[in-house]
Nanobody
């Protein structure tokens, strides 16, 4: 099992940047496919970015070129660097871990979730 704790959310103006952290405890996060999802007000949870066990990355079209997922294996931490933020990026952001082989965009394929961190982008 792995436990996930997100941090780093907050209020930022449009065009600004934030870096979210996902600290994993228990089993190493590199043993899982790791991903960031987000859920905006009144919306379904959606995939934002993911990383395979060997470090490959996948991004949703809506964040490609603006968001970067990365990890530090020694620190057992995964990050999401978010640049050029837009008001439509406002959401609760969740870190998730999956035992599947590749990066899935479906929330139901993820076995472990953090509690979420709020990101609010003002216009």
């Amino acid at each position: 099992q792995v436990q996930l704790v997100e941090s780093g959310g907050g209020l930022v103006q449009a065009g600004g940047s934030l870096r979210l952290s996902c600290a994993a405890s228990g089993r190493a996060s590199s043993s899982y496919v790791m991903a960031w999802f987000r859920q905006g007000p009144g919306k379904e949870r959606e995939f934002a970015a993911g990383m395979t066990r060997n470090g490959g990355t996948v991004y949703a079209d809506s964040v490609k070129g603006r968001f970067t997922i990365s990890r530090d294996i020694a620190k057992n931490t995964v990050w999401l660097l978010m640049d050029s933020l837009k008001p439509e990026d406002t959401a609760v952001y969740y870190c998730a871990a999956s035992r599947t082989y590749g990066v899935s965009r479906r929330p139901t394929d993820y076995d472990y979730w953090g509690q979420g961190t709020q990101v609010t982008v003002s216009s």
